[in-house]
């Protein structure tokens, strides 16, 4: 997605900018750029590709040298990424960076702006115009006029030359922070708020700011002042580097045990779990994510179902905010999100709280939308996660379903003492199984150098071998850009075993779940039909070209945690032989805040 960043301060703007840039490239983008105010003079430089081609470009431009700057990546979406599109974006006096999706932008033009000169073929574009229409000496009020025309998405930073020593900023529905402290800084993320901040905002919908070096006005967009809460928020850099690791992705799949054992610490103490949730036993649950935190609830569903036995429905968030959910207040509905803002998961909180349904948000950045606006949060403490492809938080993820399944079958005595009691101790031994399954890289190696010039891929799975697959299939896909599916084992002679022919690769995962018998079978119908079978497993009897033994889980219900491992790893090493930009891959964002 789009970032943002802005910097007003006493230090030169420019390397503020562009290292704020660069913690904000684990979102994806395809373009960036700044702007300066120097002397009351707005000067740009702005690039289509990486930061690199930008910071060439200002080392032969010398008037950059104000004090007071904004930045932006951009993650193409209206307009194909080129110089003129990327941001920020002109218009008279005013420059503006944006992120999100202004849905109106062509009813606007063709009404207020007809005679304008457009530049780019971005929707941002409209809101800088239409700022500088309604100017007439007052910023604020400009831009307030403004944005109560806009529908759709958008943060914005702007810069007005008749208003030198302040930068703007508008929030609705894109996530913008701002750090106060020796100087003030504006993100989209907190990993680019300076470090010398000492205080964090987070801009709310319908706010504007007026940031100056050493104090900050808000405003709603009819300019009444808002007195803002400050939340006295030890930024620091959220980053971590590299370390040792040659791609975050790496440096993530191996902190995983942390990553799960802070999650459990931070819930379980001495046997019992502390969750932050009140809920009366409901008729139904419904878990609502996007992509690898979709997956997780695919775990979360087996695991909610064999313990309450209460249904749950895991629905696509982009299915689930269209289709009026019959969701209510006896239907709790669990959001799952690493990044906390996705648009189409919050746009799906956003419904399910308006049909009146509890909402639980597991999310893992703190202060993010939807951990603000669910009526309560379990956070994962992953920690910040950079790499596109997720993993430390999805395992993270996984292990805060277990223990809301645990708690709620304590809570609503749904299942067996003794059960709850060995599911308990799996809880805090899952990390060191999770470690133990890491130790499987060699073997990994090995198998995807097979890999490397596969053009297709298989996972099959039955239960929760089923949800490690869909897991695992979209990890190879979004990092080594090799064509995979997920499929339900007994699914695959419906159809899809149609594409088996001679060297085909399939994955086949072996959960302890009682179904290994009908595995085999399924692996003896793709195998005679000259598929390559690999299977990931527990046990050694799997008939397969190759098995990968999975360190055992801690419990058979936490299997997928485990076997989810080899898999991380493998789609790692894949796109590693194959060239690909493992941490940033190509078209994608960390969080997809537009629709
Ligand atoms: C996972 O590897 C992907 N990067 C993507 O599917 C991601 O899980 C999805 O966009 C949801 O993001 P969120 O967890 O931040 O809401």
Redesign the pocket.
């Known amino acids: 997605m789009c970032g943002i960043i802005g910097y007003n301060g006493v230090s030169s703007a420019v390397p503020f900018l562009i290292d704020g840039l660069k913690r904000l490239e684990y979102r994806g983008y395809d373009s960036a750029g700044i702007a300066v105010i120097s002397n009351r003079n707005i000067r740009q430089e702005k690039k289509k590709g990486r930061i690199a081609v930008l910071s060439s470009a200002l080392k032969k431009r010398d008037d950059m040298c104000g004090t007071i700057g904004i930045g932006h990546t951009r993650w193409a979406t209206h307009g194909s990424p080129t110089d003129e599109n990327a941001h920020p974006h002109k218009s008279g006096k005013f420059t503006l960076v944006h992120n999100g999706i202004i849905e109106n932008h062509k009813e606007l033009k063709e009404k207020y702006l007809k005679l304008c000169d457009f530049k780019s073929e971005t929707d941002t574009e409209t809101a800088v115009h239409l700022i500088n229409r309604h100017y007439s000496g007052n910023c604020i009020e400009a831009i307030a006029q403004t944005v109560k025309l806009l529908e759709g998405s958008f943060a914005m930073a702007i810069l007005c030359e008749d208003e030198p020593e302040t930068i703007f900023c508008v929030r609705k529905a894109s996530p913008l922070l701002i750090g106060t402290g020796e100087e003030a800084s504006i993100a989209s993320d907190i990993s680019a708020i300076s470090s010398k901040a000492d205080t964090l905002y987070r801009m709310a919908d319908g706010e504007i700011a007026a940031v100056k070096k050493d104090c900050i006005e808000f405003y709603d967009f009819n300019l009444n002042k808002i007195d803002k809460e400050r939340s006295e928020f030890s930024v620091g850099y959220a980053h971590t580097e590299k370390g040792e690791f040659d791609h975050y992705m790496l440096k993530e799949i191996y902190e995983q045990p942390e990553a799960v054992k802070r999650t459990v610490d931070s819930y379980l103490q001495n046997d019992t779990l502390n969750m932050p949730i009140k809920t009366d036993k409901p008729e139904r649950i419904y878990i609502v ?6 997956h997780a609830g695919l775990a979360g569903k087996l695991f909610f179902e064999q313990l309450l036995s209460i249904p749950v429905s895991v629905e696509i968030a982009s299915e689930f905010r269209y289709c009026s959910p019959l969701a209510n207040k006896k239907t709790p509905v669990i959001i ?7 648009a189409d ?1 919050l746009a799906a909180l956003r419904e399910a709280k308006k049909k009146g349904a509890p909402t639980i948000g597991i999310v ?1 950045v703190p202060e993010s939308s939807i951990a603000t606006e669910s009526d309560s949060v379990i956070y994962t403490k992953a920690g910040t996660e950079i790499a ?3 993993t430390k ?2 395992s993270a993820q996984l292990s805060a379903l277990y223990m809301l399944a645990i708690f709620f079958a304590e809570k609503w005595q749904t299942a067996e003492k003794k059960q709850l009691s060995d599911l308990t101790e799996g809880l805090r031994k899952l990390h060191i199984c999770i470690k133990n399954a890491l130790g499987c890289e060699e073997q990994i190696k090995e198998i995807a150098a097979r890999f490397a010039d596969t053009e297709h891929a298989y996972f099959i799975g039955r239960g929760s071998g089923y949800a490690v697959a869909a897991e695992a299939s ?2 190879l896909k ?1 990092i080594s850009y090799i064509h995979s599916e997920a499929y339900a084992a007994g699914e695959m002679k419906h159809g899809t075993i149609s594409l088996i022919e001679p060297g085909t690769k399939v994955i086949a995962i072996c959960a302890p779940n009682g179904l290994n018998a009908k595995m085999q079978s399924n692996i003896d119908e793709v195998k005679a039909r000259g598929a390559e079978i690999f299977a990931v497993t527990c046990t050694h009897e799997t008939k397969a070209d190759t098995c990968i033994i999975t360190a055992e889980a801690p419990h058979p219900m936490m299997s997928i945690s485990t076997q989810i491992i080899p898999l991380q790893l493998l789609s790692y090493h894949v796109a590693r032989l194959r060239g690909c930009d493992i941490d940033k891959p190509r078209n ?1 964002a ?3 805040t537009v629709e």
């Open positions: 994510a996007c992509g690898s935190a979709y799952i999100s690493q990044s906390g803002e996705t998961s893992n596109v492809a997720t938080a999805y979209l990890k979004e994608l960390k969080s997809v």
